[in-house]
Protein backbone atom coordinates (compact mmCIF):
# COMPACT_ATOMS: atom_id res chain seq x y z
CA UNK A 1 0.00 0.00 0.00
CA UNK A 2 1.07 3.48 -1.12
CA UNK A 3 1.28 6.38 1.46
CA UNK A 4 -1.66 8.76 0.40
CA UNK A 5 -0.08 11.42 -2.35
CA UNK A 6 -0.15 14.84 -0.51
CA UNK A 7 -1.40 17.87 -2.14
CA UNK A 8 2.02 19.26 -3.51
CA UNK A 9 5.20 17.34 -3.68
CA UNK A 10 8.54 19.60 -3.63
CA UNK A 11 11.09 17.98 -5.72
CA UNK A 12 14.48 19.55 -3.57
CA UNK A 13 15.13 19.83 0.07
CA UNK A 14 17.04 23.21 0.13
CA UNK A 15 16.02 26.51 1.75
CA UNK A 16 13.89 27.44 -1.03
CA UNK A 17 11.78 24.23 -1.38
CA UNK A 18 11.92 23.69 2.27
CA UNK A 19 10.08 26.91 3.07
CA UNK A 20 8.03 26.81 0.20
CA UNK A 21 6.54 23.75 1.90
CA UNK A 22 6.51 25.16 5.35
CA UNK A 23 4.01 28.32 3.50
CA UNK A 24 1.87 25.78 1.77
CA UNK A 25 1.29 23.82 4.93
CA UNK A 26 0.46 26.63 6.83
CA UNK A 27 -2.31 27.26 4.21
CA UNK A 28 -4.00 24.10 5.13
CA UNK A 29 -1.83 21.63 2.14
CA UNK A 30 -0.50 18.57 2.82
CA UNK A 31 2.77 18.46 1.26
CA UNK A 32 5.97 16.14 0.90
CA UNK A 33 9.59 17.56 0.34
CA UNK A 34 11.60 15.35 -2.16
CA UNK A 35 15.33 15.53 -0.88
CA UNK A 36 17.69 13.94 -3.48
CA UNK A 37 20.44 14.16 -0.15
CA UNK A 38 22.83 15.73 -2.76
CA UNK A 39 25.03 18.48 -1.58
CA UNK A 40 23.37 21.78 -1.47
CA UNK A 41 24.45 24.99 -2.24
CA UNK A 42 23.13 26.64 1.06
CA UNK A 43 25.93 24.20 2.82
CA UNK A 44 28.06 26.38 1.22
CA UNK A 45 26.50 29.77 1.81
CA UNK A 46 27.22 32.48 4.73
CA UNK A 47 23.40 33.44 4.98
CA UNK A 48 23.77 36.95 3.82
CA UNK A 49 20.27 39.17 3.82
CA UNK A 50 22.33 42.09 2.20
CA UNK A 51 20.15 43.79 -0.42
CA UNK A 52 22.33 46.87 -0.13
CA UNK A 53 25.39 45.62 -0.26
CA UNK A 54 24.29 43.71 -3.37
CA UNK A 55 22.75 46.54 -5.31
CA UNK A 56 24.56 47.00 -8.76
CA UNK A 57 23.83 49.25 -11.42
CA UNK A 58 21.86 47.38 -13.99
CA UNK A 59 20.11 45.01 -11.53
CA UNK A 60 17.21 47.32 -9.86
CA UNK A 61 14.73 44.40 -10.66
CA UNK A 62 16.53 41.94 -8.45
CA UNK A 63 16.99 45.01 -6.11
CA UNK A 64 12.87 45.42 -5.78
CA UNK A 65 12.87 41.67 -4.93
CA UNK A 66 15.70 41.20 -2.52
CA UNK A 67 14.11 44.08 -0.42
CA UNK A 68 11.08 42.99 -0.86
CA UNK A 69 12.72 39.35 0.51
CA UNK A 70 14.28 41.53 3.15
CA UNK A 71 11.35 43.21 5.04
CA UNK A 72 9.75 39.65 5.47
CA UNK A 73 12.99 38.08 7.40
CA UNK A 74 12.07 39.42 10.84
CA UNK A 75 8.63 37.62 11.01
CA UNK A 76 10.06 34.66 9.19
CA UNK A 77 12.76 33.95 11.99
CA UNK A 78 10.53 34.56 14.57
CA UNK A 79 8.45 32.03 13.61
CA UNK A 80 11.27 29.47 13.10
CA UNK A 81 12.88 30.28 16.50
CA UNK A 82 15.89 31.20 14.53
CA UNK A 83 18.51 33.98 15.33
CA UNK A 84 19.05 37.07 13.06
CA UNK A 85 22.61 38.19 13.21
CA UNK A 86 21.47 42.25 12.99
CA UNK A 87 25.04 44.39 13.05
CA UNK A 88 25.02 45.63 9.71
CA UNK A 89 27.43 45.11 7.26
CA UNK A 90 31.05 47.22 6.28
CA UNK A 91 31.90 47.40 3.16
CA UNK A 92 35.58 48.45 2.69
CA UNK A 93 38.08 49.64 0.11
CA UNK A 94 41.92 48.56 0.06
CA UNK A 95 43.61 51.31 -1.88
CA UNK A 96 42.32 54.02 -4.13
CA UNK A 97 41.08 52.23 -7.09
CA UNK A 98 38.63 50.32 -4.52
CA UNK A 99 37.62 53.41 -2.77
CA UNK A 100 36.73 55.02 -6.08
CA UNK A 101 34.63 52.00 -6.95
CA UNK A 102 33.03 52.10 -3.74
CA UNK A 103 32.23 55.96 -3.80
CA UNK A 104 30.46 54.80 -7.53
CA UNK A 105 28.49 52.03 -5.63
CA UNK A 106 27.31 54.46 -2.78
CA UNK A 107 26.15 57.42 -4.77
CA UNK A 108 24.02 54.39 -7.28
CA UNK A 109 22.70 53.69 -3.92
CA UNK A 110 22.06 56.68 -2.09
CA UNK A 111 20.54 57.79 -5.28
CA UNK A 112 17.57 54.71 -4.70
CA UNK A 113 17.32 55.95 -0.96
CA UNK A 114 18.93 53.16 0.40
CA UNK A 115 20.59 53.45 3.83
CA UNK A 116 24.07 53.35 3.70
CA UNK A 117 26.58 55.95 5.51
CA UNK A 118 30.19 57.00 4.03
CA UNK A 119 32.94 56.67 6.87
CA UNK A 120 36.57 57.84 6.45
CA UNK A 121 38.75 55.16 7.44
CA UNK A 122 39.57 56.36 10.98
CA UNK A 123 35.49 56.47 11.95
CA UNK A 124 35.59 53.20 10.68
CA UNK A 125 38.39 51.85 12.52
CA UNK A 126 36.40 52.69 16.08
CA UNK A 127 33.47 50.83 14.62
CA UNK A 128 36.07 47.59 13.53
CA UNK A 129 39.23 48.67 15.45
CA UNK A 130 40.73 45.34 13.93
CA UNK A 131 40.42 46.86 10.20
CA UNK A 132 44.41 47.51 8.74
CA UNK A 133 45.61 51.36 8.72
CA UNK A 134 45.77 51.03 4.95
CA UNK A 135 41.83 50.65 4.65
CA UNK A 136 40.65 53.79 2.36
CA UNK A 137 37.20 54.14 3.01
CA UNK A 138 34.28 52.52 4.02
CA UNK A 139 30.59 52.29 3.97
CA UNK A 140 28.34 51.14 7.02
CA UNK A 141 25.02 49.70 6.00
CA UNK A 142 23.12 48.68 9.17
CA UNK A 143 20.15 46.89 7.82
CA UNK A 144 22.40 44.16 5.92
CA UNK A 145 21.89 41.11 8.24
CA UNK A 146 22.93 37.85 8.14
CA UNK A 147 21.74 34.10 9.17
CA UNK A 148 22.71 30.52 9.40
CA UNK A 149 21.66 29.20 6.63
CA UNK A 150 22.10 25.40 8.52
CA UNK A 151 20.24 26.80 11.16
CA UNK A 152 17.64 27.75 8.83
CA UNK A 153 17.08 24.77 7.15
CA UNK A 154 17.38 22.15 10.51
CA UNK A 155 14.63 24.77 11.36
CA UNK A 156 12.24 24.20 8.67
CA UNK A 157 12.69 20.57 8.24
CA UNK A 158 11.45 20.34 11.80
CA UNK A 159 8.06 21.65 10.74
CA UNK A 160 7.58 19.43 7.28
CA UNK A 161 7.68 16.07 6.16
CA UNK A 162 10.49 15.46 4.27
CA UNK A 163 11.66 11.67 2.28
CA UNK A 164 15.41 11.08 0.67
CA UNK A 165 14.44 10.43 -2.49
CA UNK A 166 16.19 10.95 -5.98
CA UNK A 167 13.66 11.95 -8.52
CA UNK A 168 14.50 10.97 -11.91
CA UNK A 169 11.63 12.44 -13.89
CA UNK A 170 9.07 14.52 -12.53
CA UNK A 171 5.85 12.87 -14.52
CA UNK A 172 6.95 9.84 -11.45
CA UNK A 173 6.17 12.41 -8.97
CA UNK A 174 3.04 11.51 -7.08
CA UNK A 175 0.96 14.45 -6.03
CA UNK A 176 -1.93 16.97 -6.72
CA UNK A 177 0.67 19.73 -7.51
CA UNK A 178 4.56 19.67 -8.11
CA UNK A 179 7.07 22.30 -7.37
CA UNK A 180 10.73 21.81 -8.59
CA UNK A 181 12.92 23.81 -6.83
CA UNK A 182 16.12 21.64 -6.98
CA UNK A 183 18.59 24.23 -7.77
CA UNK A 184 21.06 23.39 -10.28
CA UNK A 185 19.19 20.02 -10.70
CA UNK A 186 16.21 21.85 -12.27
CA UNK A 187 18.01 22.00 -15.24
CA UNK A 188 18.19 18.43 -16.32
CA UNK A 189 15.19 17.60 -14.10
CA UNK A 190 12.57 20.54 -15.73
CA UNK A 191 14.57 21.78 -18.98
CA UNK A 192 14.77 25.25 -16.69
CA UNK A 193 17.24 27.62 -18.08
CA UNK A 194 19.99 27.46 -14.94
CA UNK A 195 23.63 26.99 -15.12
CA UNK A 196 25.81 26.32 -12.04
CA UNK A 197 28.32 29.20 -11.03
CA UNK A 198 30.76 27.37 -8.52
CA UNK A 199 31.70 29.31 -5.44
CA UNK A 200 34.41 28.11 -2.50
CA UNK A 201 34.05 29.00 0.93
CA UNK A 202 36.88 29.08 4.21
CA UNK A 203 35.00 28.18 7.07
CA UNK A 204 36.96 29.57 10.06
CA UNK A 205 37.38 29.56 14.24
CA UNK A 206 39.00 32.56 15.85
CA UNK A 207 38.67 34.78 18.83
CA UNK A 208 35.83 37.76 18.32
CA UNK A 209 37.63 39.74 15.66
CA UNK A 210 35.21 41.98 14.35
CA UNK A 211 30.89 42.69 15.20
CA UNK A 212 30.03 42.89 11.76
CA UNK A 213 29.91 41.28 8.36
CA UNK A 214 33.04 42.70 6.61
CA UNK A 215 33.07 43.58 2.66
CA UNK A 216 35.65 44.00 -0.03
CA UNK A 217 34.64 44.16 -3.76
CA UNK A 218 35.90 40.66 -4.24
CA UNK A 219 35.06 39.42 -0.51
CA UNK A 220 33.24 39.04 2.34
CA UNK A 221 33.69 37.55 5.97
CA UNK A 222 30.52 36.94 7.87
CA UNK A 223 31.04 36.20 11.75
CA UNK A 224 28.72 33.61 13.31
CA UNK A 225 29.21 35.06 16.90
CA UNK A 226 30.46 31.75 18.39
CA UNK A 227 34.48 31.95 17.14
CA UNK A 228 32.92 30.91 13.56
CA UNK A 229 33.35 32.75 10.66
CA UNK A 230 32.64 31.91 6.97
CA UNK A 231 34.62 33.35 4.50
CA UNK A 232 34.18 33.51 0.60
CA UNK A 233 33.29 33.44 -1.94
CA UNK A 234 34.93 32.54 -6.02
CA UNK A 235 32.52 33.17 -8.47
CA UNK A 236 33.42 30.74 -11.08
CA UNK A 237 31.54 29.60 -13.94
CA UNK A 238 32.33 25.81 -13.38
CA UNK A 239 30.58 22.89 -12.51
CA UNK A 240 32.69 20.85 -10.39
CA UNK A 241 32.46 21.24 -6.47
CA UNK A 242 36.57 20.37 -5.90
CA UNK A 243 38.50 23.26 -4.01
CA UNK A 244 41.51 24.50 -5.71
CA UNK A 245 44.42 26.40 -3.85
CA UNK A 246 44.28 29.39 -6.23
CA UNK A 247 40.89 29.77 -4.48
CA UNK A 248 41.55 29.83 -1.00
CA UNK A 249 44.99 31.94 -1.65
CA UNK A 250 42.81 34.74 -3.14
CA UNK A 251 39.70 34.55 -0.88
CA UNK A 252 42.33 34.61 2.51
CA UNK A 253 44.29 37.46 0.55
CA UNK A 254 41.87 39.59 -0.31
CA UNK A 255 40.27 39.65 2.91
CA UNK A 256 43.76 39.87 4.85
CA UNK A 257 44.52 43.03 3.14
CA UNK A 258 42.07 44.87 5.42
CA UNK A 259 41.46 42.26 8.02
CA UNK A 260 45.21 40.90 8.95
CA UNK A 261 44.05 39.13 12.02
CA UNK A 262 42.69 36.59 9.77
CA UNK A 263 45.36 35.14 9.56
CA UNK A 264 46.06 33.98 13.00
CA UNK A 265 42.07 31.90 12.36
CA UNK A 266 42.02 28.11 12.15
CA UNK A 267 40.76 27.04 8.96
CA UNK A 268 37.91 24.46 9.71
CA UNK A 269 37.00 23.22 6.23
CA UNK A 270 37.52 24.50 2.87
CA UNK A 271 34.29 23.76 0.62
CA UNK A 272 33.00 24.54 -2.57
CA UNK A 273 29.33 24.27 -4.33
CA UNK A 274 26.76 25.13 -6.82
CA UNK A 275 25.05 28.15 -6.89
CA UNK A 276 21.64 28.16 -9.90
CA UNK A 277 22.37 31.15 -12.10
CA UNK A 278 19.96 32.66 -14.66
CA UNK A 279 21.05 33.93 -18.30
CA UNK A 280 19.53 37.61 -16.61
CA UNK A 281 20.68 36.68 -12.84
CA UNK A 282 16.98 36.81 -11.93
CA UNK A 283 15.22 33.91 -10.12
CA UNK A 284 12.52 31.76 -12.02
CA UNK A 285 9.44 31.74 -10.07
CA UNK A 286 6.52 30.56 -12.51
CA UNK A 287 3.98 27.73 -13.31
CA UNK A 288 4.43 26.36 -16.71
CA UNK A 289 1.47 24.77 -19.04
CA UNK A 290 2.04 21.62 -17.60
CA UNK A 291 0.88 22.58 -13.56
CA UNK A 292 4.54 22.42 -12.42
CA UNK A 293 5.52 25.37 -10.23
CA UNK A 294 9.57 26.20 -11.21
CA UNK A 295 11.10 27.67 -8.35
CA UNK A 296 14.74 28.29 -9.19
CA UNK A 297 17.54 30.10 -10.11
CA UNK A 298 18.19 32.24 -6.75
CA UNK A 299 22.16 32.26 -7.53
CA UNK A 300 23.71 34.60 -4.75
CA UNK A 301 20.50 35.15 -3.43
CA UNK A 302 18.68 32.08 -1.96
CA UNK A 303 18.79 32.17 1.34
CA UNK A 304 17.66 36.11 1.67
CA UNK A 305 14.71 35.23 -0.82
CA UNK A 306 13.76 31.96 0.60
CA UNK A 307 10.61 33.74 2.79
CA UNK A 308 9.29 35.76 -0.55
CA UNK A 309 9.55 33.03 -2.58
CA UNK A 310 7.94 31.01 -0.59
CA UNK A 311 4.80 33.53 0.04
CA UNK A 312 4.64 33.74 -3.88
CA UNK A 313 4.51 29.83 -4.41
CA UNK A 314 2.22 29.28 -1.52
CA UNK A 315 -0.36 31.71 -3.10
CA UNK A 316 -0.24 30.58 -6.29
CA UNK A 317 -0.74 26.66 -5.31
CA UNK A 318 -3.85 28.30 -3.17
CA UNK A 319 -5.02 30.66 -5.95
CA UNK A 320 -4.33 33.60 -4.42
CA UNK A 321 -1.81 36.47 -5.43
CA UNK A 322 0.95 36.63 -2.21
Not at 125 to 151: H, Q
Not at 153 to 182: I, M, N
Not at 284 to 297: F, N, Q, S, W, Y
Request: aromatic share 2%; with cysteine; proline share 7%.
Amino acid sequence: MHDPAPDVAIVGGGPIGLAIAFRAQQRGASVLVLDSGEDGAHRHAAGMLAPVTEAHPGEDPLLRMALDAHARWPAFAEELGIALRTNGTLAVARDADDAEALDRLHAYRSSLGLASERLLPSKARRLEPALAPTVRLALDVPTDWSVDPMELVAALRSHVPVRRERVERLEDVRAGRVVLAAGVGSAALGGVPVRPVKGQVIRLRGPRLVDRTIRTLDAYLVPRGDGRYVLGATMEERGDCTPTAGGVFELIRDMSEVLPGILEFEIEAVTAGLRPATPDNLPIVEERADGVIIATGHHRNGILMAPATADVVAGMLAGVPA
